[in-house]
């Protein structure tokens, strides 16, 4: 019997495996040292079977450098959220990006020998590349894309939807570096009749089991085709970290962000619509036709989820903040709109009953999120809340409140609210 211990070395995920005997073994004992780099004094009358505090629950907020301030949903596997505030930056920071895993992070990635494989149906000849022959071969785009997890919000959900609670902070903006997928796939061939693109990835199933994949969904050929789908190794000027797909992830901006997978080393040119795994079922899938709260769904009447819905937040100030009376209270955030752009801004101050237009920048690239500011006069003392309503260039706004009831949560991008206090 074998006893796993993961931590964090250099960076590095270890895996240490501990044999059954009473005490523990002198090499156990080395590699724990080596790990700790210092001696564990008494380290011989360690009982066998206790994992010493410092390989312990590893602390996710040293292991992602993340800020203490995010929240943990979930540790089998790695879930964690930011708060609306946390995400005030115009470019989310690594340390406030949510993190959202369905196995288990790859261990011992070795660089050198990391290739990328694109086969499939559809492809004209199998080709795989190295990272270098990647970074080498083919033009390097920068681009701020939008990643929202399509469970975002799915807390606010009555009945109650299973998984991650996810409430506001499963968005981010990052820049991402890389190259056009469409220049790989290219480079490759790609046949008349690919109707779709599938990634295939080295986290591990959370059974451990290697013939089983924790996720493998895909997106359309015309999606794949898009300039700013990238073949990213690079997340805000640096190596990506290793918890958001170091050496190699696939973003495509503006859709569930479960389509941009992460330490991917396959992709498949399907001559139809993926069939890997979270791509059935009702997964990333919502009731084709609206339905009411609670209702069942048969799989055949659920339809794969593509765009994401427009949606806003206010970053400034933090909800709860308390200001003079007199003083104008300023609020900022962003908006976005999936494939769209945002067209319009407005917010209240009187629960929706009136709504004021305040201005929103255009991106900076298409599918990157859009900023919006504004200066609020409130007429007296007490309590307020700010609403943020974001509408597209359809024309299509935020609901006030929950929009459309679906079995697993997808899809809430009912308007913001903050609450103010003025004294
Ligand atoms: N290989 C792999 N890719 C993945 C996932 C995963 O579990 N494994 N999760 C997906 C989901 S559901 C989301 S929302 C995003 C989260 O990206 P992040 O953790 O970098 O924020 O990655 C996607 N890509
Ligand atoms: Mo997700």
Redesign the pocket.
Known sequence: MQLKILTLHNNQLLTISVERRKFVSKTLLATMIGALGTDIVFGKLLPLDYVPLAFQDPDPFKMFQIDPEMVVLNEK?WNIEAKAHMLDDKITPNKF???????IIPENIDLANWSLTIDGESVIKSKTYSLTELKSKFKTYTYQLL?????NGRSEFDPPAKGNQWTVG?V?CASWTGVRLRDVLEDAGIKKNAVYIG?H???LHLSRDPGKE??S?GVPISKALQDETLLAYQMNGKDIPL???HPL?LVAGGW?????????NRISIRNKVHDGEKMEGSSYRMPCKPIAPGENVPDEAMCIIESMPVKSIITYPKSGAMLPKGKKLKIRGHAWAGELQVAEMHYSIDYGATWTSCPVEKPVNRLAWQHFSADISLPQEGYYEVWAKATDSRGVSQPMLLPGWNPKGYLNNACHRIAIKIT
């Open positions: 596997p990006m949510f993190v959202r895993n369905n196995g990643l929202e997890c399509g469970g499963a981010s990634y990835a080295t986290d924790p996720i969904r918890v958001h797909g992830r569930p962000a479960s389509v941009s997978g992460k330490w991917i």
